[in-house]
């Protein structure tokens, strides 16, 4: 298992990771008109070169046995509703990893990646969203220290989810 930091080269496996790990999570919560057009609008190959491009988020990679196993994405300012008296907080926006793989550590190096990175860049708080009706994700988070904050919701096209926000402070 190699984690490292992700390069233009790897952009079609992470857009193809992030739509199976979303469908394979997610998929069925949605008409197939709203998985479209999120996925386009999430996990396209130009969403994801342009992420890449953006100097404000950095992306981890983990690959095992030479195929992109997980990833995760980090912005240097969330972009979350302030329900916080954090002054700089960082977001994690997606932590995936392929569906056949979950159990083996991934999440938990990249975890630690993205706290590592947070405290790099000075952050004061992580914050992230995460689905209301997913409790390993929120026992997973509630781990490192994060905890609910708020209710907030996410769009997957017309299709409003409920959201609690998570933060914990670094």
Known sequence: MTLRTAAPAD???LSDLGRRAF???????????????FLDDSHSEAT?????????????VIEEDGKLASFC??????TLPAHTAAKSPMELKQLYTDPDLIGRGHGARLMDWALAEARGWQADEMQLS?????????R?????????VAEITFAVG???????????PL
């Open 48 to 60: 994801v070169t342009a992420q890449l491009a953006n100097p404000e988020m950095q992306i981890a």
């Open 23 to 37: 469908i394979a999570k997610f998929g069925h919560l949605y008409s197939a008109e709203n998985l479209a057009q």
């Open 11 to 13: 952009v079609p496996a």
């Open 158 to 168: 017309d299709h409003i989810d409920p959201e609690f926000m998570f933060a914990g």
């Open 130 to 138: 995460v689905y209301a009706h997913n409790p390993e994700a929120q």
């Open 140 to 148: 997973f988070y509630r781990r490192y220290g994060l905890e609910k």
């Open 73 to 78: 994405k980090i912005v240097r300012t969330s």
